[in-house]
C-alpha cells in the first residue's frame, strides 16, 4: 500500500501531521467537522504548536473560547488551562472552578 505524505489530507479528513495523536483510533476514519469535539480534546491536550495553529484556524479562537466554556476544560491540566485563560480571555472564576472540580476528581489526584 503506498504511503501518503505525511501532511497530505483526505477529503474531509485530518491532515497527516495529526496522525500521532490519534494512534489509538482508526485515524483515515475521523472527520472534521463530525469529530470536531474529539478532534479539539486530542490536540489541547497533548499537541505541539503547528496543531494548535491547525485547530486555531479550523475553529477561530471565539470558537475555541466556546468549546472551552461548553465543555469546561475538559480534563486539561491546570498549566494548560492556565494558559488558555490568558489567550482567550477565559473568565477566571470558571477556569479556578474547573481546576478546583480536578483536584476533587479521585483519578486526577491519583495521576497527578
Do not use: Y
Not at 497527516?16 to 491536550?45: C, E, H, M, N, Y
Not at 466556546?66 to 480571555?89: M, Y
Amino acid at each position: 500500500m503506498p504511503r501518503t505524505p505525511r501532511n497530505h489530507r483526505p477529503k474531509n479528513g485530518l491532515p497527516g501531521f495529526l496522525r500521532p495523536l490519534f494512534w489509538d483510533t482508526d485515524f483515515p476514519s475521523i472527520r472534521w467537522p463530525r469529530d470536531r469535539d474529539q478532534v479539539t480534546a486530542r490536540i489541547l491536550a497533548s499537541s505541539d504548536w503547528k496543531a494548535i495553529t491547525w485547530l486555531r484556524r479550523r475553529l477561530s479562537d471565539e470558537g475555541l473560547r466556546e468549546w472551552f466554556l461548553a465543555h469546561k476544560g475538559r480534563d486539561l491540566d491546570p498549566p494548560r488551562l492556565r494558559f488558555w485563560e490568558l489567550v482567550l480571555d477565559l473568565p477566571k472564576r470558571e477556569v479556578d472552578h474547573w481546576i478546583e472540580s480536578m483536584k476533587r476528581d479521585p483519578w486526577h489526584r491519583r495521576t497527578s
